[in-house]
């Protein structure tokens, strides 16, 4: 979900005319940080402080791209996706809205 995040974002960039760095530079980090863990079939020893680790990336990723005023529905889902995979589906549901998922989309949680 970290890479799907970057890419869409990079399109986003490109296609914008914008260069949105920091939010970038947040999303890469994020990216770089589990790519490492995408071969294993189990979590790694230290997972639940990966989990923490990727969840701070995750929430200063939204406040990155709430600054930079990107509002995009596939974005947003892709957010709840990623705190979802984290184990932290309440939270994602909630912070996913801040990343510009429809609040009324049918892939939303209950």
Known sequence: MAERIYN?????????????????AVAERMSKLLFRYTELDDNPPNA???RDEAADLGRALVDAIESAGIVNDRLGQYVRNFFECLELGEEGARISLRAGENPNSLQRPV
């Open 8 to 24: 869409l974002l990079d399109r986003i960039a490109e296609e914008s005319g914008d260069s949105y760095d920091e939010v970038l």
């Open 48 to 50: 639940s402080e990966l």
